[in-house]
């Protein structure tokens, strides 16, 4: 599953990036990487969402949450 | 100039940089708490104890990459040796993600120092940072707790400065594992003989296996065996499991429960709720703007008509000639008077902004209206400029930068000058109140959203018309909501304040002087009559051309080229070529409303024009920073050309429409 099959309030852990170079070293530079936890805080119909992620928040588009892909978090 | 110590603000984007430069340098730069306020690298100076500091405050970056605009500014500031000592601000109270950008400067293998911000919040938390252990983890580099609001820590901090200049940290601090460990000493062994005068080869090794363009092409090595794919994966999740492992050691007590601001954003950031409480949230922007604005306004007025009867007093009984009486009391105090009257909405309004942004609901409103501005080929963050331009469309031109893309960032300027900007408002408050009474209020939101609305639709029907359409997706930091703060506050509203001032002394002062010109002179000489004058004959070229649009009479030619200077023009156009002393009074609004009814200007009319006002070319400032912005003189034309387009076709569609309605 990705995290945009994810739900509001639920945590998960990231499997890997599936997407381009550029996209993947941003989001690996803010700290999603392999085995980080990520909790779903809020998300809207259209797919973006808002997560929490070593502590800090982040908005992200729905592009982005459906190339995170994800297992549920423990 | 030797004796200066340089330091290097960095740090993430919103962290505090700039709060701390400000405090330390008295400088009064734009601070809010969204990420992406500062776009350009600023120096100032301090001095601590004898000692001259140069302070050079940094875009704020998320890694030593250079992906991005701001990465680059800071990184090459911070590469090419313009920095003695790098102090890296940090918020404490997201450690995890902030550290990240520490490993790297460590790396780097500079003096060091880490400034610990925002400890309150650490403290409200719950959490305790062991800043003991933390320096010993970092390779022995100082470790100062500040709070860059409350002036705290400072001195501390540029003590550490003062005495650390010279020291770097020590040892290697990330262990790579074997494989990149070894490739990382070969590459180094390669370097040194190479390019000799490399002083940190372990960091260059490093981003010779992240692939990274500027080292790679900087550097050219024959090792392509060594480098035999891009590691950048592993090097990021070896920095973060390094700073798992400092973290265990030295922070503490992580509680997990629920956070104020996460409360606040289950209804801020409502799926349903978001988007109608933006607007709710703008609408009091404005209705606050209007109405404590015109509270405020009759002081104002009370003091101009004072003050233009004393000076046309003085003058004449000082038997200044007539024409210098004119020119200072229907040109320049009727021009620039006039302007100064708006003074108290636009204070309001930049308050009401001003709070907005300190607030933390700026980058709320990204995630709000991703979804519209998704439809429109732009990530939500494209929507931060479109707000920032009901302030001023300069800064909101210059805050695209924060977007990833040109084609992206081209679009956002591109729609930019759609927004209501402060200069656009003094012409709703007068035509509305003139023409609209009891709806004025209405009618000025009504532009606002119309605004915003064509903003979306252009970026929406460019996107439709460009074939090689790119996914945009959102991504932003969302900070914590903070109470704002008042020095912060006052900073903002008073800068705007000023800039307003200045303006109304300058640009406006110096229209007005043109516009009396032309109206008072013609080709032999002064006259009398302003119909025979320049202007007329310049506006009347005009006439033909805005007539469709209900706005044929040369006087508004006259009013709109000269408001190109900068939008408030328009309206001190009106005063002086009206004759009006005080334009923004009851009785100067009634006398410009007459001359005006009696030329045929109605309420439709009214509207047209201030639809012209709100699409067409911006103001000189605006073009030139379009034109800085996007490197390209062809993209500006085509831009500005749109625009007074667009804004043509608006007004005519809106006065030939209203006419068949029968307005």
Known sequence: MTLLDGKAGESYKVKELMTDEDVMRRLEVLGINEDTNVKILNRKRNGSMIIKVRGSRLAIGRNIAACIEVREGE | MEDYIRVGFVGNPNCGKTTLFNAFTGAKLKVANWPGVTVEKKEGETEYKGTKIKLIDLPGIYSLTSYSIEEKVSRKCIMEDDVDVIVNIVDASSLERNLYLTTQLLELGKPLILALNMMDIVEERGMEIDLHRLPELLGGIPVVPVSARKRTGLDVLMHAVVHHYDEGPTGHLVDYGPEIEEKIEKLRIILKAEYPEIRNSRWHAIKLLEYDDEVTEQYPLNADEIIDRNYEKEIINKKYDFIEEVLEDTLFKKDEKEQSTDRIDSILTHRIFGIPIFLTIMALVFFLTFTVGDMLKGVFEIALAGFSQTVYGFLTGAGAAAWMVSLIVDGIIA??????????????????????????????????????????????????????????????????????????????????????????????????????????????????????????????????????????????????????????????????????????????????????????????????????????????LLEPVLKPAGLGMWQIGVALISGLSAKEVVVSSFAVLFGIGNVNSGAGMVELAT?????????????????????????????????????????????????????????????????????
């Open chain 2, 335 to 540: 021009g620039v008077g006039g302007i100064l009257t708006f003074l108290p909405n636009i204070f309001i309004l930049f308050l009401a902004l001003a709070v907005l942004e300190d607030s933390g609901y700026m980058a709320r409103v990204a995630y709000v209206m991703d979804g519209i501005m998704g439809k429109a080929g732009l990530s939500g963050k494209a929507f931060l400029p479109m707000v920032l331009g009901f302030g001023c469309t300069v800064p909101a031109i210059m805050a695209t930068r924060t977007l990833e893309s040109r084609k992206e960032r081209v679009k956002a300027i591109l729609i930019t000058p759609f927004m209501s900007c402060s200069a656009k408002l003094p012409i709703y408050v007068l035509f509305a109140d003139m023409f609209f009474e009891q709806q004025a209020m209405i009618v000025a939101y009504s532009l606002y959203v119309a605004g915003l609305l064509s903003g979306i639709l252009v970026a929406l029907a460019v996107n439709k018309l460009d074939r090689k359409r790119e996914q945009r997706s959102l991504l932003i930091e969302l900070p914590e909501y903070k109470a704002p703060n008042a020095r912060t506050i006052s900073i903002y509203v008073w800068e705007k304040t000023k800039e307003y001032l200045v303006k109304a002394g300058t640009t406006i002062f110096i229209a007005s002087i043109i516009i009396w010109f032309i109206l008072n002179f013609n080709m032999d000489g002064m006259t009398a009559d302003i119909s025979t004058s320049i202007g007329a004959s310049l506006g009347r």
């Open chain 2, 595 to 663: 001359a005006l009814q009696s030329n045929g200007f109605g309420a439709l009319n009214a509207y047209s024009l201030m639809i012209f006002a709100l699409f067409y070319t911006p103001c000189i400032a605006t073009i030139a920073t379009i034109r800085k912005e996007t490197g390209s003189f062809r993209v500006t034309a085509y831009m500005v050309i749109f625009q007074l387009v667009f804004a043509w076709i608006a007004a005519v569609v809106v006065y030939q429409g209203g006419m068949l309605f029968g307005f």
